[in-house]
């Protein structure tokens, strides 16, 4: 039988599930709306099938995401009529594009909560818990809601638990600056917008006093961290106080934006015993032209500094990458020098996507539009290349040996030893390869252990051994 927490009526409490979808940005919000549910005692379960009401966090950046958005309310939604659950709320970018069409196509959900007002979702389920339906949202989302007009809400302090993994997400700031002809996240999520060094420093402490062993720093624009502060303090001053933290092993760097990777940071990275060497920095292109139209200020003579300086300073250097195909006036000629600066950039993780002309961007309005048949063939292309290159990377780890990071325990150990998941410096949780460890003794979720590499899974991940010897070292 199960003990449930009880209000201060003596009522039971309701079992609330999350749905998470999109970035690792949105899964932040998500934890901390578990965070903030958590606190007034409601139940939060794994397993959506048990819960009384379910908070879907929707992405709305691209055409897919949207889908995939609408495909899961629709799921909820017809779980309600059913009566296998009492309500469903639905939160994140969605709501902040689309409410008013939304709340007409499924006028099933019970609340909407915009990007602005994840610290409503308390109220709005204890509101929802009384089996007070939310006609009446005015006050949570309508005319009297706040609007994007400066920035999103992001707290200094973010109070998260680190849950059963050894690796968290952080964010550190909100928002965007830029103005990227193809890129409706300033209209989705505000105007760039830091937390304070000693904000992200007291969620830092929490989350590694919980075990988490590795963070991974992410923002709409990393680099721009600080910058919009009173005290000038950026992402140099944040990462020197992260080197000073005891019990924090690893961090790496997501979403950087290359106008801003100052040789100041770049020498501090090299320096750093934290620091795993791996950068994202999401470039999107190499075309002087198509850059401009895309409004990217950055110009392919410094991308390419930029690579060289950070390949020859930073020892281990993971670089991942993201790029477009087929962004309106994209010509072969354009991609072409796309496919030749893959090459020799030999990026270590590369993710890419087909141009979609999002509602209200500039680009949409291009007339030069590329057609989709153009578009997929020419992304077939990218990847094809970029596996090949990865390959090549990949064979270069057999043999060797590598510090592993253990994330989790595979479901296929068994009598005749243990299997897990885990990550090495290189890797980041959730967008890359895997690494499959072999072990004949159990191993410490969150241990880092040294391993030899016996064959390459194919496309991406990595099966390694666990010596005796190492796991001497880890004990």
């Not at 994209?330 to 030999?346: H, K, N, P, Y």
């Not at 539009?369 to 090949?388: F, S, T």
């Not at 989790?408 to 243990?418: A, H, K, M, V």
């Not at 005796?468 to 004990?475: E, G, I, M, N, P």
Request: proline share 4%.
């Amino acid at each position: 039988m199960e003990t449930r927490p009880r209000d201060g009526g003596g009522l039971s409490r309701s079992k609330i599930g999350f749905v998470s979808l999109g970035c690792p940005k949105n899964l932040v919000d998500t934890e901390a709306m578990i965070q903030a549910v958590s606190a007034k005692r409601f139940v939060v379960t794994g397993n959506q099938d048990e819960a009384d009401m379910v908070v879907i966090n929707t992405c709305g950046f691209l055409d897919p995401a949207k889908r995939e958005s609408m495909d899961t309310i629709s799921e909820f939604v017809e779980k309600k009529k059913l009566g296998r659950l009492k309500a469903v709320v639905v939160a994140g970018c969605m709501t902040e594009r689309y409410l008013e069409p939304m709340q007409k196509t499924f006028p099933e959900v019970d609340a909407f909560i915009r990007t602005g007002d994840f610290s409503k979702l308390p109220e709005i389920a204890e509101r929802l818990e009384s089996q007070e339906r939310l006609d009446q949202r005015l006050s949570l989302i309508g005319e009297d809601a706040p609007q994007l007009q400066g920035h999103s809400e992001l707290p200094d302090f973010v109070s998260r638990a680190g849950g059963l993994r050894p690796f968290a997400y952080v964010k550190i700031s909100e928002g965007c600056n830029r103005k990227c002809s193809f890129c409706i996240i300033p209209k989705l999520r505000g105007r760039h917008h830091s937390r304070s060094i000693d904000g992200i420093l007291d969620e830092v402490h929490q989350l590694v006093g919980s075990g988490v062993r590795e963070l991974i720093l992410i923002a709409q624009d990393l680099t721009s961290y600080g910058r919009d502060r009173p005290e000038k303090q950026g992402l140099f001053e944040l990462l020197s106080e992260l080197e000073k933290v005891e019990g924090l092993e690893w961090y790496r760097l997501m979403y950087n934006y290359p106008k801003f990777f100052h040789d100041d940071l770049i020498d501090l990275l090299s320096n750093s015993e934290k620091f795993t060497g791996y950068v994202d920095i999401p470039l999107q292109h190499i075309s002087d032209r198509i850059l401009r139209r895309m409004n990217r200020p950055e110009k392919s003579q410094e991308v390419r500094r930029l690579i060289s300086s950070l390949r020859s300073r930073i020892s281990k250097l993971s670089l991942r990458t993201t790029l477009m195909v087929g962004f309106p006036g994209e010509t072969e000629a354009d991609f072409l020098d796309l496919l030749d600066f893959v090459r020799e950039s030999e990026f270590d993780h590369l993710g890419a996507f087909t141009y979609f002309p999002e509602q209200g961007t500039p680009s949409a309005n291009f007339s030069d539009q590329i057609d989709q048949v153009v578009k997929e063939e020419r992304y077939g292309r990218l990847m094809e290349l970029q596996q090949g290159i990865q390959q090549e990377k990949l064979e270069a780890f057999r043999g060797t040996s590598l510090d592993v990071r253990v994330d989790s325990l595979s479901s296929e150990s068994n009598r005749r030893g243990f299997r897990y998941l885990g990550r090495h410096s290189g890797q980041a949780p959730e967008i890359d390869g895997l690494v499959y460890l072999e072990s004949a003794q159990a191993l410490e979720i969150g241990s880092l252990v040294r391993a030899k590499v016996k064959d390459i899974v194919a496309p991406y991940d990595l099966l390694v051994k666990v010596s005796q010897a190492s796991l001497k070292l880890a004990c």
